[in-house]
């Protein structure tokens, strides 16, 4: 039997129509939209007073197909237990069409007429034709892949109250979905692209990026490759997207002859050369993947992916000081988050919790606030808030770090970047540095513009961090103790570029064979500001992550409990996975895990089970995410289908069935798991035959 999730209830405030306020909205919408706004009116059933009440939540997946689909669900809504004391007497349901610009609209009068129209951003109601129809229900499904939640709950406490479908539960459904994806397919660009891309293209959007997500998902290679397929000989520059799929199944003898094949006939096109270099540097032969990221970042100069391509294999290859100059000529660009909905404050909320996913162990409800406060030096803590270009740069840095450690790191630095002190004495005895072409007062040459630094000081400089000295009254060391600063050093400032609007066309890095230390002045470069501030960033994680590890070896040597809240816990967790310290990060989740559920502390246990292949614990940590999951009104999640498909294309479905069912959480618990297991066998995934 298939469990529904509960629904939400978000009550309007009388003085503020959510519906007008959506309508108001609409033009300052750049992606794909917000989630679907239902919206509904009730009156109490046996009273005589006709007052009004206005309710609404969101949801994804839901098939929008057609007018009668959206009716439909609405129907559905005037069943749900929280109605029984009202009666549902009109719903309207909105869905965006991300393709015309339009936000598609059915009003349902309960009992009476459906009426299905579309309102333009300036708020005019217009007719929806058949054409809107079919571009709104290929947003519908981009929307419901994009804006899932991965397991560890931070899309869900996003937005409150949405409902989460999985819009694709049959064959059926997957072909009416590639079917559509193939008409509109060469629109794609109009609906944007992820925040790393500069320019969307046709291989480069919303709408390739849910075409790739949803095959990975899936594992329907097969779908996938006919699809591109078909769209290849339409325009080769769908190669790469073909050769991507083939990698996928593992036919990568098929993907590299095509790919090779591709870049004879389009030597310049970036997207056929990366996945090539990504291969190749994948396979550890950056060697041969560094001429081709080279050949990629002038094919694309303005575009980040080729230029962290290129950083990524100076990092294989153990060229640092490339790697810190290339980093530094990243094109950056300001995050755009997803379209979300910019609704007022409900004048009530109520989250009704389905009977079927009451469960005790999944209950993260926690204790009280004033047990799970988390002290400012750890909520300080800008990386993890880092997003999209930023974000993937960080994540470069700490990668070198981890490797070369943070003492070399700085060495380096200072031997390819202009540091402060030696600028200034340059300055003062009229150097190098006094003339303005000179490559010591100018940025590396094809340094592109980043459009902001990830802050909103975009015109400050980082000041230095200072530790601050604190401990608790009882004399117990803290995460804000400073006795340990001298474990790491502060970087100095590093003189650094004020970008313009305009900046020369960006270069490669110039190939240095010999690797030659940059000891004279005018063979350094100014270091690109957003970069400064990331090294800042990165001393402040080190040194919490420093002090955290030697309070918990001095705790454990004395034999005491070391103790933290479990969003701390959290914290820590996330701070050592950024450093590349699993183990670590691990154990930081299952302290929090030990004082309550956690769905972001649980996604990073799991992903240790992944690592070590235990598929029994994986499959211990995803009934519980699944649980949390329905119990927030989601019913879908990707990231974790594609999780249990791997492990019954590992196990078999019949020993994952027998393991689920061996767990000791109640039978309804259990039964959402099997739901996503049935996906798998209706989409003959590996391991699920017989």
């Known amino acids: 039997m298939v469990v529904a999730s509960a629904v939400p209830e978000l009550f309007e405030d009388d003085a503020h129509s959510v519906v007008d306020i959506r309508t108001d909205g609409l033009q300052s919408l750049r992606e794909l939209g917000p989630p679907d706004l239902v919206h509904l009116v009730k009156q109490p059933a046996k009273s005589s007073s006709s007052k009004q009440i206005g309710v609404y939540h969101h949801t994804t997946g839901i098939d929008a197909s057609s007018s009668a689909s959206l009716a439909a669900y609405i129907n559905t809504l005037t069943y749900a237990p929280s109605n029984t004391p009202h009666k549902v007497t009109s719903g309207l349901y909105c ?56 397991g560890s709950g931070d899309s869900i406490k996003r937005i409150i109250g949405v409902r989460r479908f999985n819009p694709i539960t049959t064959t059926d459904q997957e072909h009416r979905f590639l079917d ?66 083939y990698l996928d199944a593992d036919e990568e003898v098929k993907a590299v002859q095509l790919l090779r094949e591709a870049i004879e006939e389009l030597p310049m096109d970036y997207s056929l050369l990366d996945c090539q270099a990504e291969f190749c540097n994948r396979k550890g032969r950056s060697d041969l993947a560094l001429e081709i990221a080279k050949r990629g970042v002038v094919a694309a100069p303005s575009e980040f992916c080729t230029w962290a391509r290129l950083a990524e294999i100076y990092v294989a290859l153990e060229q640092w ?58 909520r ?21 770090t981890k490797k070369i450690g943070w003492d070399q790191l700085l060495k380096i630095r200072s031997q390819v970047f202009v540091m402060e002190e030696e600028y200034r004495n340059e300055k003062q005895i009229g150097g190098p540095a006094a003339s303005s072409k000179n490559a010591s007062t100018s940025a590396l040459r094809g340094s592109d513009t980043p459009q902001s630094n990830g ?25 804000a103790d400073s006795h340990l600063n001298s ?44 970069l400064d501030n990331l090294f800042m960033v990165l001393y402040e994680d080190l040194r919490i992550y420093t002090i955290w590890r030697t309070e918990a070896t001095q705790y454990k040597q004395q034999q005491l409990a070391y103790k ?23 154990e930081a989740w299952q302290a929090c895990l030990s004082i309550r559920f956690s769905p972001k ?11 070590n292949n235990d598929g029994r614990n994986m499959l211990g940590a995803l009934i519980r995410l699944i649980a949390w999951q329905y119990r927030w009104y989601s019913e879908f999640s990707p990231d974790l289908l594609h999780t249990i498909r791997r492990i019954i294309e590992d196990e078999g479905a019949v020993k994952v069935r027998s393991i689920v069912q061996a767990t000791s959480l109640p039978q309804q618990i259990l039964d959402f798991t099997h739901q996503y297991a049935g996906l798998c066998a209706v989409f003959r995934s590996s391991g699920t035959e017989g």
């Not at 300080?380 to 070198?400: M, P, S």
């Not at 050093?489 to 490669?508: C, D, I, L, N, W």
């Open 601 to 611: 502390a649980m996604r990073g246990v799991l992903g240790l089970y992944e690592r």
């Open 321 to 378: 000081d490339l790697a810190l100059l290339t980093l530094n000529s990243c094109p950056m660009f300001t995050y755009q988050d997803k379209d979300a909905p910019r609704l007022p404050e409900p004048a009530r909320i109520s989250l009704p919790l389905s009977p079927e996913t009451m469960c005790d162990e999944i209950d993260d409800a926690g204790p009280t606030p004033e047990g799970d406060m988390v002290h400012p030096t750890l």
């Open 380 to 400: 300080r803590l800008a990386a993890g808030n880092y997003k999209g270009t930023f974000h993937k740069a960080y994540v470069l840095l700490t990668e070198i």
């Open 487 to 530: 474990d790491l050093s502060k970087p100095s400032q590093s003189v650094t570029v004020h970008s313009g609007t305009e900046t020369p066309q960006p270069q490669p890095p110039p190939a240095d064979p010999a690797h030659q230390t940059y000891t004279q002045f005018q063979h350094k470069r100014l270091c690109e500001r957003w």
């Open 180 to 245: 559509v994806a193939e008409k509109l397919f060469f629109s794609g660009w109009q609906l944007g692209s992820d925040p790393e891309i500069q320019v969307p293209n046709i291989v480069s959007n919303h709408l390739t990026s849910g075409l790739l997500h949803y095959i990975r998902t899936t594992g329907r290679y097969a779908s996938g490759i006919n699809l591109f397929e078909k769209l290849r000989s339409r325009d080769p520059e769908v190669t790469s997207l073909l050769a991507r799929v």
């Open 455 to 479: 802050h909103d000081e975009a015109e400050e400089i980082i000041s230095p961090i200072t530790a601050e000295a604190s401990t608790k009254a009882d004399g117990e060391p803290t995460l």
């Open 95 to 150: 869905c965006y069409n991300a393709f015309s610009r339009v936000d598609m609209r059915v009003q349902v009068q309960i009992p009476g007429t459906v009426e299905s129209y579309c309102v333009d951003e300036r708020g005019n109601k217009l007719e929806a034709t058949e054409e809107h129809w079919i571009e709104t229900y290929l947003c519908s499904v981009l929307r419901a892949y994009s804006y899932a939640d991965t």
């Open 564 to 586: 933290k809240t479990a969003e701390e816990w959290e914290i820590l967790g996330d701070l050592a996975e950024r450093l590349h310290h699993p183990d670590e990060a691990v």
